[in-house]
């Protein structure tokens, strides 16, 4: 019995072929046809503010994490300002130029 409702339910979608039924008004909705390229370059795309730079991570107890966004919240700066203020004071700290 499962075989049979498996293979009702393929040839069901075989038919609707990329076609969506809308459940309101039962009328067809096509869905956007993005090509391989098109979808390559959306999952590569890098916001202008990321470009030639690098992730620096690190774990760290929940405490840490809920104690710096209320730090970032008082302070009114975001998570990336502190941490670039922070990795600035740590350089100048071990005698390197503060570059973050």
Request: no cysteine; hydrophobic share 30%; glycine share 4%.
């Amino acid at each position: 019995m499962a075989t049979r409702k498996g293979n009702a339910l393929k040839a069901s979608m075989k038919n609707l072929g990329g076609r969506q039924r809308s459940p309101d008004n039962e009328v067809e909705v096509s869905s956007p046809k993005v090509s391989a390229d098109e979808m390559e370059k959306e999952a590569n795309s890098v916001p202008p503010s990321r470009q030639n730079k690098k992730q620096i991570m690190g774990y760290f107890a929940p405490e840490v994490r809920k104690q710096f966004k209320v730090l970032s919240a008082e302070e009114e700066k975001t998570q990336q300002e502190l941490l670039e203020e922070a990795l600035n004071d740590l350089f100048v700290k071990y005698g390197k130029n503060p570059i973050a």
